[in-house]
């Protein structure tokens, strides 16, 4: 049984930082891409960032490109978010998500795994 479970969420003030953890287990993810998302109170699921399996490739949401940073561990079967210089609009539920697929997707509907979501809440 394939589980992703998010970790790291927790309360901040704005221009602080928070480091998320993603630990999969069930199966490895090592050759697939992993993402994270987010969903703010009342509004829909949004793509935050993916990366490939091999690191060399990631994407970002414009609203936080230049701060936030996706990697993983394939060791590990981890995948991590650094967030850092949050402003009160990433208040939200962060999702850690997987694929069966290799290519890189943005779209939530792609994704086949998700964790149970870790709350990020920035104070302003």
């Known amino acids: 049984q394939v589980q992703l479970v998010e970790s790291g969420g927790g309360l901040v003030q704005a221009g602080g930082s928070l480091r998320l953890s993603c630990a999969a287990s069930?199966?490895?993810?090592?050759?697939?891409?992993m993402g994270w998302f987010r969903q703010a109170s009342g509004k829909e699921r949004e793509f935050v960032a993916v990366?490939?399996?091999?690191?060399?490739?990631?994407r970002y949401a414009d609203s936080v490109k230049g701060r936030f940073t996706i990697s993983r561990d394939n060791a590990k079967n981890t995948v991590y978010l650094q967030m850092s210089s949050l402003r009160p609009e990433d208040t939200a539920v962060y999702y850690c998500?997987?694929?069966?697929?290799?290519?890189?997707?943005?779209?939530?509907?792609?994704?086949?795994?998700w964790g149970q979501g870790t709350q990020v809440t920035v104070s302003s």
């Open positions: 069930g199966r490895t993810f090592s050759n697939y891409p």
């Open positions: 998500a997987a694929r069966d697929s290799i290519a890189m997707s943005t779209t939530t509907r792609d994704y086949d795994y």
């Open positions: 990366i490939w399996w091999s690191g060399g490739m990631s």
